[in-house]
Structure formats: structure tokens, C-alpha cells
């Protein structure tokens, strides 16, 4: 497939409570100090039609180049979300930012970059994890698990290296690539929608290219309410399950990445645990590897007994 150059940009923003009122202002008030500015801003609410009244009412007026674009019919999800954002926007590029990320200035500006290469179609921002309530994340939290909070974690990437997915709160795609595959599957119900568009990005242009800019980076604030070991075993237990549907979709082949990660990262993560006495992350470090897998075995347990 032959890749043409892109020439404008839309950035996507989106939501579905009003609970993270804050949170969307600040993201909003981000993408308005770009250095590079969107050729149109799109903010999709998702079920929430009072929530959607109150953007149009209070940030409309503040950011007048906003496109309110509202589901409410069909499923729910962050699928039918960007969906929805896709088809209101116009640019050649569509980046997506999770609505309790804030964008350092030159986020946009990073993360298009990469493009000018041809063989680019999918561009992953560096996501830093912004602890809500504290400067840093809590003792036992491991660096390695920064996934469960939705930011870059250690073994992500290298600089500027071939990936294989992006993080959700900040990534960039080609148009014409969310065109071809039909955009994100909103049947996804456990997560992983950008694993699954990644992998039916190539199934449909083999040589395309998923690359980490790591210059282009958000802070996603991660809430009191995930920082609990409850929150973190249970995020692990979910990702299992989602591990598990994109293998029965995509093939056993996908967890390549997993299974490498878990000798080269969880291994010397234990060690360097051990090391400096950090007990707790040693727990969290094998806990969580134990949950996950449990996760996506009763998956698949799950759909080999419904056939």
C-alpha cells in the first residue's frame, strides 16, 4: 500500500463523565498551546448526552474550534468513541488523547513527525504516569507494570523503535489505514482496541510501520483510586482476559512480545528488587505476571468450552 503525505492534522479528544471535569479542561487547555496546531479538534462523548450539553455550553465558548461529536446510540465503549471522533475530523493524520492527559507543547508537533517517513502509519507518544496525591508512584508500584495505569513502562520501547501498539492516550495513525481496516472494533469489550487495530493494520498493508516517538509526551494522571493493590491485580486479571481474546482473534503468535518482555524485563526487575530490598514490588512483580496469565488461561478455557 502506498502511503501519501500527510498535510493536516486532528486531534481527538474522548470522554464519558463528568468526573473528570478537571482533567478535560486541562487537556483541552494543552492541545490549545501546541506548537503545532490541529487543523480541527474533535471531543467525542460517549452515552452522556447532559455531559455533551455541558462542553457545548462551557468549553465551546473558550475553545471555539471545538467539534462536539456525541454517541448515543449503539454500544458503549471507547471504540464507538473514536469511532465517532473519526468521522467527524478531516485530517490526514488523526491523533488521539485521552481526556486526563495533559500535553507538554510540543506533543502534536513529536508525534507527527515520524511520518515523513512513508512506511509510518501508526505513531505511539511517550505516556509519563502522573501520580495524583504524591510526586512519584507508591513503593511497591513497579515500573514494569506502568501499563495497568496506561503509561509507558519500563521495555516499552527503545528511542524511536519499532513497536508493536501504541498506549491509547496518546497515539497518531494515518487516516487512510483507520479507513481500510474500518476503524476500532467496538465489540472489544476487555480492552486491547489498539493491539487489535494494530494487528489488522498489517494483516491489510503488510510493511507498515507502528514506531515510538518518545520526545511527544502527555502526563496521564493516574487517580488515588488506581494506586491500591486491588486496583492493580485486578487491571492485571483484566488484561489476561483481553490477552486472551486478541490470541483466539489474531492467532498465538501475538503474545511474542509478552513472553520476551517476562525474561527480560520481569526478570531483572525481580532482581533489582531483591537488590534494593523492595519486597512489596517483588510480590507485585510475580503476583502480577501469576494473575495475568490466569486471566487469559480461563479465557481461553472459557472459549474452547462455548464451541
Keep these: 500500500m502506498s502511503l501519501s503525505n500527510p498535510v493536516s492534522v486532528s486531534v481527538i479528544i474522548c470522554a464519558y463523565t463528568a468526573e473528570r471535569w478537571d482533567s478535560l479542561v486541562r487537556a483541552l487547555e494543552g492541545v490549545s498551546q501546541q506548537t ?75 508525534i507527527v ?55 491509547g492516550a496518546s497515539m497518531a495513525i494515518r487516516r487512510e489505514l483507520l479507513e481500510s481496516v474500518g476503524g476500532f472494533d467496538v465489540n472489544i469489550v476487555y480492552g486491547n482496541d489498539e493491539t487489535d487495530l494494530c494487528f489488522r493494520i498489517r494483516d491489510e498493508s503488510p510493511g507498515i510501520r507502528t ?31 483481553a490477552k486472551g481474546s486478541t490470541s483466539e482473534r489474531h492467532g498465538r503468535g501475538t503474545l511474542r512480545r509478552e513472553l520476551d518482555y517476562c525474561v527480560r524485563y520481569l526478570t531483572t526487575g525481580v532482581i533489582g528488587s531483591l537488590v534494593t530490598l523492595r519486597l512489596g514490588r517483588i510480590v507485585c512483580l510475580v503476583g502480577g505476571f501469576t494473575t495475568t496469565l490466569a486471566g487469559w488461561i480461563v479465557s481461553r478455557l472459557k472459549k474452547q468450552l462455548s464451541k
Design 36 to 110: 503545532l496546531q490541529p487543523s480541527d479538534l474533535i471531543l467525542a462523548v460517549d452515552h452522556n448526552p447532559d455531559l455533551a450539553m455541558r462542553i457545548i455550553q462551557e468549553l465551546k465558548p473558550r475553545f471555539p474550534a471545538l467539534t462536539v461529536a456525541q454517541v448515543n446510540t449503539g454500544p458503549s465503549g471507547i471504540g464507538s468513541a473514536r469511532n465517532i471522533g473519526i468521522s467527524h475530523s478531516h485530517g490526514d493524520l488523526v491523533v488521539f488523547l485521552d481526556d486526563d492527559a495533559a500535553p507538554r507543547n510540543t506533543w502534536l508537533e513529536e
Design 113 to 167: 513527525t515520524p511520518f515523513t517517513d512513508s512506511t509510518v502509519g501508526v505513531v505511539a507518544g511517550h505516556v509519563t504516569p502522573k501520580w495524583m496525591g504524591s510526586t512519584k508512584a507508591p513503593r511497591w508500584f513497579p515500573p514494569e507494570y506502568f501499563w495497568v495505569v496506561g503509561a509507558t513502562w519500563r521495555g516499552f520501547g527503545t528511542s524511536e523503535a519499532d513497536i508493536r501498539n501504541p498506549i
Design 211 to 241: 514506531v515510538y516517538a518518545p520526545r511527544s509526551e502527555v502526563f496521564h494522571e493516574v487517580s488515588a483510586t488506581r494506586q491500591t493493590v486491588r486496583y492493580f491485580f485486578r487491571r492485571c486479571w483484566v488484561e489476561g482476559v
